[in-house]
């Protein structure tokens, strides 16, 4: 997700991509689309690869699917070498750790996992929000604080992104969307997320 220039978080392009194919050959057998966000969006369109110092990939889905396909998909990833990577959620003022597969329900959650690099799949809901309208909103457990969100407009449609032979699906429009989460996204950014990110999220939990 971030674009933070410590050279010790390094992700390499070959594994990255190899790992990202093969969820996208999952969700696409589930027929659930995949929007390929954040770091990886920013890294393809502004150097057309992943950004080295990154890691991890973030991964958006909207579409609205039952409770049995997101537990399908999560063990689907998990039999195919997708180790879930161990997390806590701030639940009602606790810490609760994630499960392996889909953590979530039959609206919002997330699957955090690794094979040869870490990726984090957002399962987004769309809610109202006073400030900002529209969002979408990934909420990981039940009574879990909200932990990421985004304006719903930029995945009304998305726009198809050609990245090493393979048709992705990015945010749309993607360079307003890459204004709005990293500002001057044409630099490289001094930590974890340009402050439009963070005055964004800050607004958001205010409101909770």
Same mark, same amino acid.
């Given at each position: 997700?971030?674009?933070?220039?410590?050279?010790?978080?390094?992700?390499?392009?070959?594994?990255?991509?190899?790992?990202?194919?093969?969820?996208?050959?999952?969700?696409d057998l589930f027929g659930v689309r995949l929007f390929i966000t954040y770091?990886?969006?920013?890294?393809?369109?502004?150097?057309?690869?992943?950004?080295?110092?990154?890691?991890?990939?973030?991964?958006?889905?909207?579409?609205?699917?039952?409770?049995?396909?997101?537990?399908?998909?999560?063990?689907?990833?998990?039999n195919l070498g997708f180790e879930p990577q161990p997390i806590a959620f701030?639940?009602?003022?606790?810490?609760?750790?994630?499960?392996?597969?889909?953590? =979530?329900?039959?609206?919002?959650?997330? *699957?955090?996992? #690794?094979?040869? !690099? /870490?990726? $984090?799949?957002?399962?987004?809901?769309?809610?109202?929000?006073?400030?900002?309208?529209?969002?979408?909103?990934?909420?990981?457990?039940?009574?879990?604080?909200?932990?990421?969100?985004?304006?719903?407009?930029?995945?009304?449609?998305?726009?198809?992104?050609?990245?090493?032979?393979?048709?992705?699906?990015v945010p749309s429009p993607v360079k307003e969307y890459l204004k709005f989460?990293?500002?001057?996204?044409?630099?490289?950014?001094? =930590?974890?997320?340009?402050?439009?990110? *963070?005055?964004? #999220?800050?607004? !958001? /939990?205010? $409101?909770?």
């Amino acid at each position: 997700m971030q674009d933070n220039m410590n050279e010790e978080s390094t992700i390499n392009s070959k594994d990255a991509f190899l790992d990202l194919c093969e969820v996208k050959k999952v969700f696409d057998l589930f027929g659930v689309r995949l929007f390929i966000t954040y770091g990886a969006c920013l890294g393809w369109v502004r150097q057309k690869d992943f950004i080295p110092y990154d890691d991890d990939i973030d991964l958006v889905v909207t579409d609205k699917i039952d409770y049995k396909t997101r537990k399908e998909i999560g063990w689907k990833l998990l039999n195919l070498g997708f180790e879930p990577q161990p997390i806590a959620f701030n639940v009602c003022g606790r810490l609760e750790p994630s499960e392996p597969g889909y953590n =979530g329900d039959n609206e919002t959650g997330i *699957i955090v996992c #690794h094979k040869r !690099i /870490n990726i $984090t799949i957002f399962f987004f809901k769309e809610e109202d929000c006073p400030q900002h309208g529209k969002e979408m909103v990934c909420i990981p457990k039940y009574g879990s604080m909200k932990l990421i969100c985004s304006p719903s407009k930029f995945y009304e449609k998305g726009e198809l992104f050609k990245f090493k032979g393979v048709k992705f699906l990015v945010p749309s429009p993607v360079k307003e969307y890459l204004k709005f989460t990293y500002g001057d996204w044409k630099k490289k950014i001094k =930590g974890k997320h340009a402050m439009q990110y *963070i005055e964004y #999220h800050d607004t !958001i /939990n205010k $409101t909770l």
